[in-house]
T-cell receptor, first 110, second 113 residues
């Protein structure tokens, strides 16, 4: 079965630095990977989608990469701010549904 | 501003009760989804619907049923609530065709005593 693995430990980053989150998948490469942000007590909010044939996607301070050799996607936040603190979820497509990782909690310290 | 709303933010029920969770979207989306989210497990799909009166089982449908009588509304029903159904329930919607971004409601935190 398809799985998505994200680091379950919280990631602590100093404000202004680049935060990098990892998403690993198993079995065959997904056609898409999606990244969402979730704040405590709220539903996830879509951030970025990257396709299998795209190596990199950017949106403002966000960058996502897709490496089919490593079976991995990296999510970068540059010039991080305390307001970026949240849990970030990665999801892959599978039979017209999404398979979700458990998320990585990011804490940006002022 | 696009919106997915859920009928309750917090709900406390007793074991054996029938529980209804309602979800409404105003984006004219074809697809609607019900997930539950538990710590360390990520989002798990309970049911989804790609059209009115259509439904498909997700990964964990046991103990749940759904209803979609109108395009904008998708209901999750717990026929006889049990303590292991204590969880955060999230509704989402998306447009048809492929795996598109999903728009989520605020969630309902259900506690079954």
């Amino acid at each position: 079965s398809q799985k998505i693995e994200q680091n379950s430990e919280a990631l602590n980053i100093q404000e202004g630095k680049t935060a990098t989150l990892t998403c690993n998948y198993t079995n065959y490469s997904p056609a898409y990977l999606q990244w969402y942000r979730q704040d405590p007590g709220r539903g996830p909010v879509f951030l970025l989608l990257i396709r299998e044939n795209e190596k990199e996607k950017r949106k403002e301070r966000l960058k996502v990469t897709f490496d089919t050799t490593l079976k991995q996607s990296l999510f970068h936040i540059t010039a991080s701010q305390p307001a970026d603190s949240a849990t970030y979820l990665c999801a892959r497509d599978s039979n017209y549904q999404l398979i979700w990782g458990a998320g990585t909690k990011l804490i940006i310290k002022p | 501003d696009v919106k997915v709303t859920q009928s309750s933010r917090y709900l406390v029920k007793r074991t054996g009760e029938k529980v209804f969770l309602e979800c409404v979207q105003d984006m004219d989306h074809e697809n609607m989804f019900w997930y539950r989210q538990d710590p360390g497990l990520g989002l798990r799909l309970i049911y989804f619907s790609y059209d009115v009166k259509m439904k498909e089982k997700g990964d964990i449908p046991e103990g749940y049923s759904v209803s979609r009588e109108k395009k904008e509304r998708f209901s999750l029903i717990l026929e006889s609530a049990s303590t292991n159904q204590t969880s955060m329930y999230l509704c989402a919607s998306s447009t048809a065709g492929g795996v598109n971004e999903q728009f989520f409601g605020p969630g309902t935190r259900l506690t079954v005593l």
